[in-house]
């Protein structure tokens, strides 16, 4: 089993960049599925990256070029680096833990949740 816990939400205006962390304990994060996801208030929990136990990663097609997933496995934890920010991305943020196999960009394929993080951009 492992623990999630996402920080470094806060509000920025549009343009501006933002790095969310989800720290890990319990488990190493190497060996999940790991995935972002983001809900928006009275919208569905949103595939935003996946980023596969080999290493494969895949993106929303409207976020490529401006999200970016990385892990440090030295500090168990995961990173969204989001950019050029827009107002539509204000959501709550969720990292996500899978050790499934198949259907990575549905919420539903994921075993373990952070408590979220908010992130609100500004126009």
């Known amino acids: 089993q492992v623990q999630l816990v996402e920080s470094g939400g806060g509000l920025v205006q549009a343009g501006g960049s933002l790095r969310l962390s989800c720290a890990a304990s319990?488990?190493?994060?190497?060996?999940?599925?790991m995935g972002w996801f983001r809900q928006a208030p009275g919208k569905e929990r949103e595939f935003v990256v996946l980023?596969?136990?080999?290493?494969?990663?895949y993106y929303a097609d409207s976020l490529k070029g401006r999200f970016t997933i990385s892990i440090d496995n030295a500090k168990n934890t995961v990173y969204l680096q989001m950019n050029s920010l827009k107002p539509e991305d204000t959501a709550v943020y969720y990292c996500?833990?899978?050790?499934?196999?198949?259907?990575?960009?549905?919420?539903?394929?994921?075993?373990?949740w952070g408590q979220g993080t908010q992130v609100t951009v500004s126009s």
């Open positions: 996500a833990a899978s050790t499934g196999m198949y259907r990575l960009t549905f919420a539903s394929a994921y075993d373990y």
């Open positions: 319990g488990r190493t994060l190497s060996t999940y599925h």
């Open positions: 980023r596969q136990s080999d290493r494969t990663t």
